[in-house]
């Protein structure tokens, strides 16, 4: 077994290193438990980032009879009571078994500024802004009848985003207008909206035949705060009772 101090040693280099590789679950010749084991802690890193740019946070984990250590670390040491408080909290919802929606009201004031940067990309690929909502256009997302089109809007009806009468060309023009409206002072539910819209759309397969390739990627980085928290249960469901416990690498 690799000891803690290696592995202390191990995450802490990771956070210096500028993100390159692709979602865990692509990883090659890698088990399926393998790639749903590094996206976990991708997905837990996400939720360290606090800062649109040169944030950078890693995480990797120790396991021993009866404890399971995440251990994490920053391109800069973290310090700052609040940022702390907040790890301390969302590990305390999560041993509680706190709902995702409910943990994702705790990770959005802390992460706004990344949120919020990563928002503002999405709506410059749509072309829309607070200024420009492009009421003379329809169907901004070229929906169509073909079968990725169908897909999603099958899949938005089963997430109950579709309701009554309404097409799915005018739900999805209405939400990217939404998005073009968004501040940093937009309120946390706004937010919310946004991250659980953009993770219902991007679990549909073929996405990118409906969308440009950044599109989907703004989207799906989007969805991935949502992902992860819908993840949390199935990792601590494999922990069985072992003592969870979370700590800073510093060098």
């Keep these: 077994m690799i000891s803690l101090d290696l592995w202390k ?3 802490h280099g990771l956070s210096q290193i500028e993100f390159h590789h692709g979602s865990g679950r692509d990883l090659p010749h890698a088990t399926q438990s393998d790639r749903e084991h590094v996206a976990s802690l991708d ?3 996400l939720l360290l980032v606090f800062s649109p740019k040169g944030d950078v946070a890693a995480i990797s984990s120790w396991r021993s009879a009866h404890e399971f250590k995440l251990l994490w670390a920053k391109n800069q040491p973290v310090d700052d009571s609040d940022q702390l408080r907040y790890i ?3 590990l305390e919802n999560i041993e509680k ?3 995702a929606d409910e943990l994702l009201k705790i990770v959005i004031p802390m992460c706004r500024e990344k949120i919020f940067h990563r928002v503002k990309k999405l709506a410059n690929s749509f072309g829309v802004s607070q200024t420009d ?3 003379e256009e329809s169907n901004l997302w070229r929906f169509d009848e073909t079968e990725p089109c169908q897909t999603l809007e099958a899949t938005l009806k089963r997430a109950n985003r579709l ?3 309404e097409s799915t060309a005018h739900l999805l023009d209405r939400f990217t207008r939404f998005v073009g409206r968004i ?3 937009s309120k946390v539910e706004d937010f919310w909206t946004i991250l659980y819209f953009s993770w219902c759309v991007t679990s549909v397969a073929g996405l990118n035949k409906i969308l440009e390739e950044n599109q989907v990627r703004y989207l799906s980085k989007l969805g991935d705060y949502v992902r992860i928290l819908e993840r949390i249960p199935l990792l601590l469901k494999k922990l069985d009772k072992a003592k969870i416990t979370i700590e800073q690498v510093m060098t």
Excluded: I
């Design 9 to 11: 040693n191990y995450v």
């Design 43 to 45: 997905g837990l890193a």
């Design 88 to 90: 301390e909290e969302l």
């Design 97 to 99: 078994d706190t709902p």
């Design 133 to 135: 909502q492009r009421r």
């Design 163 to 165: 309701k009554g009468n």
């Design 183 to 185: 501040t940093r002072t």
